[in-house]
């Protein structure tokens, strides 16, 4: 059976929104343009959707790889269209890792386990929008 996620959206003021989910944790919402700076804009939200999940997926993986992740950090970058809606064009992903000793094979093989299996946002992402990624490994 397919599984339903609920979430709420409620006007705070001005362009400020708050989100909820299903057990209550929130969110704030703002416009960029037209805001007071309560919170991120539903964009960068989509930006660090897509970053938070294939990160979880990445450090999941690295750890049942065994292999010494002290830190993870993931910038996301995207270019959006200049006609409207504006939608995102490209996303470069940039990925952190720092440790001693961990393998870049094991780095690259959980962020393509991460693009083509795991990550739901990438996938929904993926036939409208060019991602990318590099890494780089930090020894601590």
Same mark, same amino acid.
């Given at each position: 059976?397919?599984? @339903?996620?609920? &979430?709420? *959206?409620?006007?705070?003021? /001005? ?10 944790? $929130? &969110?704030?919402?703002? !416009? ?6 309560? /919170?991120?804009?539903?964009?960068? +939200?989509?930006?660090? !959707? *897509? ?7 990445? &450090? !999941? =993986? ?6 010494? *992740?002290?830190? +993870? @950090? ?6 959006? !269209? ?7 064009? $490209?996303?470069? +992903? @940039? ?5 001693? /000793? ?8 959980? =962020?393509? *386990? ?19 990624? $590099?890494?780089? =490994? =930090? @020894?601590?």
């Amino acid at each position: 059976m397919a599984e @339903e996620v609920n &979430v709420t *959206l409620r006007l705070a003021e /001005g362009m400020h929104f708050v989100g909820a989910d299903q057990a209550g944790r $929130t &969110v704030d919402l703002d !416009s960029p343009a037209q805001g007071a700076g309560a /919170g991120p804009s539903p964009m960068a +939200l989509v930006l660090m !959707s *897509l970053a938070g999940c294939s990160g979880m997926d990445v &450090v !999941s =993986i690295m750890r049942k790889k065994r292999q010494p *992740l002290q830190a +993870l @950090e993931v910038l996301a970058h995207g270019t959006r !269209s200049d006609t409207y809606p504006k939608p995102y064009t $490209t996303i470069r +992903l @940039e990925y952190r890792f720092t440790g001693t /000793g961990i393998d870049p094979a094991a780095c690259q093989r959980a =962020i393509e *386990l991460s693009r083509d299996s795991y990550c739901p946002v990438w996938a929904m992402l993926r036939p409208t929008v060019d991602i990318s990624y $590099t890494f780089t =490994i =930090i @020894e601590a």
